[in-house]
């Protein structure tokens, strides 16, 4: 399987056109299942036109839609006619699209549109409409699902440029199993995997929040605090906001232990949460403790005696 990682660094303007949502739910950091491009178009969820002018609007969205942000981040959106909608995110030669599903209805103004997440029952509810000049007005930024759908566009508002009438996926971009690999049958490959998911779920948090979360709920990924063979935890870390640290606790003496940080870096002018996961050399039910946080950049963090620095 391949190791797509796309680096989160470069996702410091995301919020702006990215909703929190679909930004966790791409499996950024860690090993995905990667699906063969469908060959055959799967049976039809869009809403079936109901008359000419919705049919042109069904018609207008078809396609490929792109915003590229100034840092090197390209984010597409490409829907089919089937009702799928595959969210395209690229930087440099790494390209990945995740499989979604949409809803249209052309009636209000504007137009509404519902974005399905895979296992998620609440779709993420948001509007859009055609600008005179042909380029997609499309509001992202604080929406989630089971949350109302607005009733107007935001002033940040995400604007798309249709860069293809193609509705099937380019040929360089590998479209991402939203199931992954199930780790039932590994419990340490459980929690590497829960781990990073929070760790990549404080760095989309604190983009959009300017904070990091204090409850495993507040990230809104899915993930129990406790499993058959874990016990999760977030420990927040004072009150300036520089770090959070969370823990995979092993409940059976087998098991090793880990330790996630999330932490704030400085890059000349920005600021940017940077992460490092510790692991337990040796089975123990006793996490790591807090990793020692790097003073220079080209630093890494420094596991404490007795685990090592998950790659």
Same mark, same amino acid.
């Given at each position: 399987?391949?190791?797509?990682?796309?680096?989160?660094?470069?996702?410091?303007?995301?919020?702006?056109?990215?909703?929190?949502?679909?930004?966790?739910?791409?499996?950024?950091?860690?090993?995905?299942?990667?699906?063969?491009?469908?060959?055959?178009?799967?049976?039809?969820?869009?809403?079936?036109?109901?008359?000419?002018?919705?049919?042109?609007?069904?018609?207008?969205?078809?396609?490929?839609? !792109?915003?590229?942000?100034?840092?090197?981040?390209?984010?597409?959106?490409?829907?089919?006619?089937?009702?799928?909608?595959?969210?395209?995110?690229?930087?440099?030669?790494?390209?990945?699209?995740?499989?979604?599903?949409?809803?249209?209805?052309?009636?209000?103004?504007?137009?509404?549109?519902?974005?399905?997440?895979?296992?998620?029952?609440?779709?993420?509810?948001?509007?859009?409409?055609?600008?005179?000049?042909?380029?997609?007005?499309?509001?992202?930024?604080?929406?989630?699902?089971?949350? &109302?759908?607005?009733?107007?566009?935001?002033?940040?508002?995400?604007?798309?440029?249709?860069?293809?009438?193609?509705?099937?996926?380019?040929?360089?971009?590998?479209?991402?199993?939203?199931?992954?690999?199930?780790?039932?049958?590994?419990?340490?490959?459980?929690? !590497?995997?829960?781990?990073?998911?929070?760790?990549?779920?404080?760095?989309?948090?604190?983009?959009?929040?300017?904070?990091?979360?204090?409850?495993?709920?507040?990230?809104?990924?899915?993930?129990?605090?406790?499993?058959?063979?874990?016990?999760?935890?977030?420990? &927040?870390?004072?009150?300036?906001?520089?770090?959070?640290?969370?823990?995979?606790?092993?409940?059976?003496?087998?098991?090793?232990?880990?330790?996630?940080?999330?932490?704030?870096?400085?890059?000349?002018?920005?600021?940017?949460?940077?992460?490092?996961?510790?692991?337990?050399?040796?089975?123990?039910?006793?996490?790591?403790?807090?990793?020692?946080?790097?003073?220079?950049?080209?630093? !890494?963090?420094?596991?404490?005696?007795?685990?090592?620095?998950?790659?």
């Amino acid at each position: 399987m391949p190791y797509l990682v796309l680096d989160f660094d470069k996702l410091k303007n995301a919020s702006k056109f990215l909703t929190y949502s679909l930004l966790v739910a791409l499996p950024l950091t860690f090993h995905t299942n990667v699906l063969a491009q469908p060959t055959t178009a799967p049976t039809p969820t869009v809403s079936q036109p109901a008359n000419s002018s919705e049919d042109a609007i069904l018609k207008k969205l078809l396609g490929r839609w !792109e915003n590229k942000d100034s840092l090197g981040l390209d984010i597409n959106f490409l829907f089919t006619a089937d009702g799928k909608l595959f969210l395209i995110m690229g930087i440099a030669e790494k390209s990945a699209a995740y499989p979604l599903e949409y809803r249209i209805n052309s009636t209000p103004n504007p137009m509404y549109l519902d974005i399905i997440l895979p296992d998620n029952p609440k779709p993420v509810l948001t509007i859009f409409d055609f600008t005179t000049d042909g380029k997609m007005r499309l509001q992202l930024k604080d929406t989630d699902p089971g949350q &109302p759908r607005p009733n107007q566009f935001s002033p940040d508002v995400s604007l798309f440029t249709k860069v293809s009438d193609n509705t099937t996926l380019p040929e360089n971009v590998e479209v991402i199993d939203p199931n992954m690999e199930k780790p039932a049958n590994n419990p340490e490959a459980e929690a !590497e995997i829960i781990i990073k998911s929070m760790n990549r779920a404080q760095q989309a948090y604190f983009i959009e929040l300017n904070k990091f979360a204090n409850t495993i709920q507040e990230l809104k990924i899915g993930i129990e605090s406790e499993t058959e063979n874990y016990r999760y935890r977030i420990i &927040p870390q004072g009150k300036n906001n520089q770090r959070v640290v969370q823990t995979a606790t092993a409940k059976k003496p087998d098991l090793k232990s880990y330790t996630g940080i999330v932490f704030i870096k400085k890059n000349n002018s920005e600021i940017l949460p940077n992460t490092a996961i510790c692991v337990t050399v040796k089975p123990a039910t006793k996490p790591p403790a807090i990793p020692k946080i790097p003073t220079k950049a080209a630093q !890494e963090v420094q596991c404490p005696v007795g685990s090592s620095l998950l790659k």
